[in-house]
């Protein structure tokens, strides 16, 4: 008797066992780049003969709350209209200008399929989020689309990651592009949330290990992203100090880009921490003239049921740049 009720419970964990390893395998799988490969451009160095003494980039970075869909039904967090919202998101996109985009949290594969595809035919020019060595973790959420030729140029993911933040390989994502000849790069990120160490630790380590090592005389460099800094905090002089770039004010009456007035903040959360500016396009001209013109707040909506809602429960922040040597 005993021994028929240990092989019985043997054959119960073994069943336990190859569930659970078949959930995470399709978990996994689920949560995988749908998209082959990025779609860049093979010269960015370009023609230097032909290059222009100067030109405006219109820059975009956007966290667009892509959370993955695989889970949205057993939370409510995370059931945000992912797959409703990003062919909204490629419309709105498609009428603007800008020439560089990058989002963030840009995790669900078939909302990162219907971006890219939606937008290549505008925005030809993609580099998808990056992955780290650990299978079960998302990606680093950092989409760039571009009108100007851009290539991948490197990567890295943030030592300090803890909590919920672990789950995904958040990092820092390094591109180079070019426009009418003139060569810039461009870092995109998601700073993790929770403790300010960490994000000072993160800042370090995305100049250090990223930034620094890639960078080349006379090419200007953006680093722009999701932050989770606010604005003139302990953590934003420390970030301004270590990457020793500059940031433009806002020229908007309402300079956040998270704000309590967005339709995805619950009337509970309060203006407290809600109204913040915490995403950021910063810029290290590299030794020449290249300079942010202007910066605005980009607040995207969408008629849904009769109702106005916001594309994301982040606001853009767009910025017009002048590069020039």
Not at 175 to 185: M, T
Not at 235 to 260: C, H, N, Q, W
Not at 299 to 307: D, F, L, P, S, V
Request: proline residues 5%; glycine residues 8%.
């Amino acid at each position: 008797m005993i021994k028929k009720l240990a092989l019985g419970l043997l054959f119960l964990v073994a069943l336990i066992l190859l569930a659970g390893g078949g959930f995470l395998s399709y978990a996994v799988y689920e949560t995988r780049s749908l998209c082959p490969h990025d779609f860049t451009a093979p010269d960015i160095a370009g023609d230097h003969a032909n290059a222009k003494s100067e030109t405006t980039l219109k820059i975009l970075t956007w966290n667009i709350q892509m959370l993955p869909t695989l889970f949205d039904g057993l939370s409510e967090k995370l059931a945000k209209m992912q797959l409703e919202r990003a062919p909204w998101i490629v419309d709105y996109i498609k009428q603007q200008d800008y020439d560089v985009v990058c989002f963030q949290e840009a995790f669900d594969p078939r909302a990162v399929q219907a971006l890219v595809e939606g937008l290549r035919p505008v925005y030809p020019y993609v580099v998808l989020p990056r992955y780290s060595g650990h299978f079960w973790q998302l990606s680093n959420g950092v989409l760039f689309v571009s009108r100007a030729p851009i290539a991948f140029k490197a990567n890295i993911v943030f030592r300090e990651n803890h909590g919920i933040d672990s789950m995904a390989a958040k990092g820092c994502t390094l591109i180079e592009g070019r426009k009418d000849g003139l060569v810039f790069q461009m870092a995109g990120t998601h700073f993790p949330t929770g403790k300010g160490v960490y994000k000072k630790t993160d800042a370090e380590q995305s100049v250090k290990e990223l930034l620094v090592p890639n960078r080349r005389a006379q090419v200007p460099q953006f680093f722009v992203g999701d932050f989770n800094i606010k604005k003139d905090s302990e953590e934003y002089v420390f970030l301004m100090k270590a990457t020793g770039m500059s940031e433009s004010a806002i020229d908007d009456p309402r300079p956040y880009s998270s704000d309590f007035k967005n339709s995805w903040k619950k009337p509970s959360d309060g203006p407290g921490n809600k109204l913040a500016l915490i995403d950021h396009i910063l810029l290290d001209p590299q030794g020449t003239k290249t300079a942010i013109r202007v910066q605005h707040i980009q607040r995207a909506t969408h008629e849904y049921n009769g109702k106005t809602i916001d594309l994301s429960d982040h606001y853009g922040v767009s910025a017009e740049a002048v590069i020039s040597n």
